[in-house]
C-alpha cells in the first residue's frame, strides 16, 4: 500500500486569456514545484477546475504533468462523481500509467446518508486498481463524512487515506485516535494544517503550496518533526495570504497570487470569475509582507 507524507499540492490548470489550457504555464508551474519542498502531485482536483474542464482536456493536463513529472514525486489524481456507477465503470477504464494513487471526493449534490457513502467508496475501491484517498469536504458536497464512516472505510485494503477538509478538529481528532495503524490522514485545510499534524496528521493537500511551496514546506516539515515553535512562526506569517485567497472562491485568489508572482493567467472559467482589484490589492500587501519577489 502506498504512504504519502508532507505536502502535497492541488495544482491549477493555468489558463491563456483565451480560456485554453496554458502549457507552457504548466510546465513552469510543474517544475516550480517539484524544485521545491512539494512531496506529492494532485492532479485534476477541484483548484484544478476540473468540473470546467473536458475528458480531453483532463486526460491532456495528467499526462503532461506525469510525462513532466518522470516518477519524480508520487502523482495523485482526482476521479470523483456522484454517480456511483459512472465513476466504477471510469476507473476500470482509466490509464493510472505513472499514476499512484485516486484522490476521491465523497458524492456531491445527492446527500447520500452514511450508510450510501461507506457502499459508494466501498465499490469504488473494489474495482480500483489504485489505492484510494478520500475526500470529506462538506462545504463543496453537501454532506460530512462523519469520524465513524471514516473509520469503517479505513479497514477497506484498498483505502489508505483521507484528506480531511470538514473544519472540525474534534471530529478529526476522533480518526486519529482510532484509525487503523498505517492509515493516512491529511488536512484539506492549509490554515488547520498545522493543528492537525499537531495532533498526529500526515501532511497536508494544499492550495497556497501551489505558489509559495518552500515557505509553506518549511512549516509542514517543521511540525512533522516536531519543531513546533519554528512552525508555529511560520504558521502566523502565512495565515494573512491563507485566509486571502480564499475571500473570493478558489482558485480565483491562488491565482491571482500566482499571476502576481509570474507563474500563469490569473484566467479562470466560468461560473468563476477573476480577483477584483481589491483582493489583488490586499495579495500585494501580503506578498510584500512575506518578502516575495513580484513579477
Same mark, same amino acid.
Given at each position: 500500500m502506498i504512504s504519502l507524507n508532507g505536502l502535497g499540492v492541488?495544482? @491549477?490548470t493555468p489558463f491563456n486569456k483565451n480560456g485554453a @489550457?496554458?502549457?507552457p504555464a504548466l510546465q513552469r508551474n510543474t517544475e516550480h514545484l517539484?524544485? &521545491?519542498d512539494v512531496d506529492f502531485l494532485v492532479v485534476l482536483g477541484t483548484t484544478a477546475e476540473t468540473p470546467t474542464l473536458s475528458f480531453e482536456e483532463q486526460r491532456s493536463v495528467l499526462d503532461f504533468i506525469v510525462e513532466l513529472n518522470n516518477k519524480r514525486l508520487p502523482v495523485v489524481v482526482g476521479l470523483s462523481s456522484n454517480n456511483t456507477k459512472s465513476l466504477c465503470e471510469r476507473i476500470s477504464e482509466f490509464d493510472f500509467k505513472g499514476v499512484d494513487a485516486i484522490l476521491s471526493a465523497s458524492p456531491h449534490y445527492n446527500k447520500p446518508s452514511q450508510r450510501g457513502i461507506i457502499e459508494h467508496f466501498t465499490k469504488v475501491a473494489d474495482v480500483s486498481p489504485k489505492p484510494i484517498l478520500l475526500y470529506n469536504v462538506p462545504s463543496r458536497t453537501g454532506s460530512n463524512m462523519k469520524a465513524s464512516t471514516t473509520l469503517e472505510l479505513a479497514k477497506h485494503k484498498n483505502i489508505f487515506a483521507i484528506k480531511e477538509a470538514s473544519g472540525d478538529l474534534g471530529q478529526v481528532d476522533k480518526i486519529l485516535k482510532s484509525k487503523p495503524e498505517g492509515f493516512q490522514v491529511f488536512s484539506g485545510d492549509d490554515a488547520l494544517t498545522l493543528a492537525?499534524? &499537531?495532533s498526529g496528521a500526515d501532511? *497536508?493537500?494544499s492550495v497556497i503550496g501551489n505558489a509559495l511551496p518552500?515557505?509553506?514546506g518549511s512549516m *509542514?516539515?517543521?511540525a512533522l518533526f516536531g519543531q513546533i515553535i519554528e512552525s508555529r512562526e511560520m504558521h502566523h506569517k502565512l495565515c494573512p495570504i491563507i485566509d486571502k485567497i480564499f475571500e473570493e472562491g478558489n482558485p480565483t485568489g491562488i491565482k491571482a497570487v500566482m499571476d502576481i508572482i509570474g507563474l500563469c493567467e490569473d &484566467? *479562470?472559467?466560468l461560473p468563476l470569475v477573476p480577483a477584483t482589484k481589491q483582493l489583488r490589492d490586499k495579495l500585494y500587501s501580503c506578498l510584500a509582507d512575506l518578502d516575495v519577489e513580484i513579477a
Amino acid at each position: 500500500m502506498i504512504s504519502l507524507n508532507g505536502l502535497g499540492v492541488a495544482m @491549477v490548470t493555468p489558463f491563456n486569456k483565451n480560456g485554453a @489550457v496554458d502549457y507552457p504555464a504548466l510546465q513552469r508551474n510543474t517544475e516550480h514545484l517539484i524544485n &521545491s519542498d512539494v512531496d506529492f502531485l494532485v492532479v485534476l482536483g477541484t483548484t484544478a477546475e476540473t468540473p470546467t474542464l473536458s475528458f480531453e482536456e483532463q486526460r491532456s493536463v495528467l499526462d503532461f504533468i506525469v510525462e513532466l513529472n518522470n516518477k519524480r514525486l508520487p502523482v495523485v489524481v482526482g476521479l470523483s462523481s456522484n454517480n456511483t456507477k459512472s465513476l466504477c465503470e471510469r476507473i476500470s477504464e482509466f490509464d493510472f500509467k505513472g499514476v499512484d494513487a485516486i484522490l476521491s471526493a465523497s458524492p456531491h449534490y445527492n446527500k447520500p446518508s452514511q450508510r450510501g457513502i461507506i457502499e459508494h467508496f466501498t465499490k469504488v475501491a473494489d474495482v480500483s486498481p489504485k489505492p484510494i484517498l478520500l475526500y470529506n469536504v462538506p462545504s463543496r458536497t453537501g454532506s460530512n463524512m462523519k469520524a465513524s464512516t471514516t473509520l469503517e472505510l479505513a479497514k477497506h485494503k484498498n483505502i489508505f487515506a483521507i484528506k480531511e477538509a470538514s473544519g472540525d478538529l474534534g471530529q478529526v481528532d476522533k480518526i486519529l485516535k482510532s484509525k487503523p495503524e498505517g492509515f493516512q490522514v491529511f488536512s484539506g485545510d492549509d490554515a488547520l494544517t498545522l493543528a492537525m499534524i &499537531s495532533s498526529g496528521a500526515d501532511g *497536508v493537500i494544499s492550495v497556497i503550496g501551489n505558489a509559495l511551496p518552500k515557505r509553506f514546506g518549511s512549516m *509542514v516539515n517543521q511540525a512533522l518533526f516536531g519543531q513546533i515553535i519554528e512552525s508555529r512562526e511560520m504558521h502566523h506569517k502565512l495565515c494573512p495570504i491563507i485566509d486571502k485567497i480564499f475571500e473570493e472562491g478558489n482558485p480565483t485568489g491562488i491565482k491571482a497570487v500566482m499571476d502576481i508572482i509570474g507563474l500563469c493567467e490569473d &484566467s *479562470v472559467r466560468l461560473p468563476l470569475v477573476p480577483a477584483t482589484k481589491q483582493l489583488r490589492d490586499k495579495l500585494y500587501s501580503c506578498l510584500a509582507d512575506l518578502d516575495v519577489e513580484i513579477a
